[in-house]
């Protein structure tokens, strides 16, 4: 079984090279890593297949240095190189670039109140496999869920393999929803956990399967991985993700880049206070957003106990519905609001639950926004939803280990002798 060792650069290595790029000093191997990952970057962010040519150009490289490095790239089956193309002009015929596919991979992994879920993603951040187990995940035994979860994603990657004979597994990435602290999960509100190291039992159970990742692997919020996902199929590079579980998450997209803050807490919309007299929220706070624009909190408030319930009340013209819908817009506004007006954002995307019920939301919410929002007479903040995988957290997980290749692809390519 293939399996994608780190070769070339370990942590301190990277963090090393970190700080001379800080200085200003540069080694030959830190200048070879950096121009790697700005070649590999340039040719899995264009369209349509580009050139040696066309990346010397967008890069400022020499074609000689280029050329160089797409070749390691190629060997190391980082860059798939297609049929000459002649275009119909005299000289060198262009060699179509694009990232691999099928070869190096990224597992995301995602827990979430409902479902556990898996992910395969290649490098040119197509989905290869896909795998959600619903179930009650609540107050449940970390433990038992983490083992449960590893063997989705081991599942996973054995389709993936079927499919894919050469593959090997660049890493892994870990979704939770809660406050996630480099490998420990400090809280999760919604799961009932907290003070968690979650990796370790899903390293063994790869391992044992065969597909140990070695030190490749991560955690993070989910929401800021399902803004990934969102990422990855929106024309905009600066945006505002809100997501509707149980709870309410959310991520700041600026510049193609989720901003995490310095702990990597940052996006914790739901836990905003929007009523300082309001109901005790699970994070022990009174009044934070998702009392009122959580799912459970929305079909609670509606008298259903399901999103298909609760969209049919609606479709009926259900006032009880309608209310619950009409009092989560306007908390969700207060609180979107206050992030548009810190951080200056355009455009607001939903997903979740709040994307289901984004026709009766909208009026209310849009209002609310073109209200409270200071620039909003000159620039009205453009609100939309968008309908995502099912567990858009595992996908965005695994496009997360994605761009960690791109950022750094010698750690993922043989060493030179």
């Excluded at 050469?166 to 892994?172: E, K, M, R, Y």
């Excluded at 997903?351 to 019920?357: E, I, K, P």
Aim: with cysteine; net charge negative; aromatic share 4%.
């Amino acid at each position: 079984m293939s399996i994608a060792k780190p070769a070339s650069i370990s942590a301190t290595a990277a963090l090393s090279a970190a700080a001379r790029s800080a200085s200003g000093a540069a080694t030959q191997a830190s200048l070879r890593e950096r121009n790697l990952a700005l070649v590999l970057t340039q040719v899995a962010s264009s369209e349509s297949p580009t050139s040696r040519a066309d990346v010397a150009a967008l890069t400022g490289l020499t074609r000689s240095t280029v050329s160089r490095l797409v070749d390691e790239l190629v060997a190391a089956a980082l860059v798939d190189e297609g049929d000459p193309v002649t275009g119909g002009q005299r000289g060198r015929p262009a060699v179509p670039l694009r990232p691999a596919s099928g070869t190096l991979v990224g597992l995301g992994l995602e827990v979430n109140v409902w479902h556990v879920a898996a992910s395969v993603v290649d490098l040119r951040g197509q989905s290869v496999s896909n795998r959600i187990v619903e179930g009650d995940f609540v107050d449940s035994d970390p433990a038992r869920v983490l083992a449960q979860l590893a063997q989705v994603g081991i599942a996973c990657l054995e389709e993936a393999r079927a499919a894919l004979p050469q593959l090997s597994l660049a890493g892994v990435q870990l979704a939770l929803p809660g406050l996630v602290d480099g490998a420990t999960l400090l809280r999760a509100p919604n799961l009932g956990w907290h003070d968690l190291q979650p990796l370790p039992p899903i390293r063994q159970a790869l391992a044992a399967a065969g597909w140990d990742p070695g030190g490749y692997l991560w955690t993070a919020n989910e929401a800021d991985c399902a803004a990934l996902t969102v990422l990855q199929g929106s024309r905009h590079d600066d945006l505002l993700y809100v997501s509707g579980e149980v709870g309410i998450g959310s991520a700041a997209i600026v510049g193609g880049q989720v901003m995490t803050g310095r702990h990597g807490w940052a996006g914790e919309l739901g836990h905003v206070c929007v009523n300082d007299g309001g109901p005790l929220c699970g994070c022990g706070s009174h009044g934070c957003l998702e009392v009122y624009a959580g799912r459970r909190a929305i079909l609670e408030k509606a008298g259903v106990d399901s999103l298909d319930a609760l969209v049919a009340a609606l479709r009926s013209g259900d006032a009880r519905a309608l209310g619950a819908v009409e009092s989560a817009g306007h908390a969700l506004a207060i609180a979107v609001s206050a992030a548009l007006n810190l951080l200056d954002l355009p455009r607001v995307v939903l997903g979740g639950h709040l994307a289901v019920v984004f026709d009766w939301l909208r009026p209310t919410l849009t209002s609310e926004l073109n209200s409270r929002v200071l620039s909003a007479p000159f620039s009205p903040p453009e609100v939309s939803a968008v309908s995502l995988d099912p567990a858009p957290a595992a996908v965005g997980a695994a496009l997360a280990v994605r761009q960690r290749v791109l950022a750094a692809p010698a750690s993922w390519m043989p060493a030179r002798g």
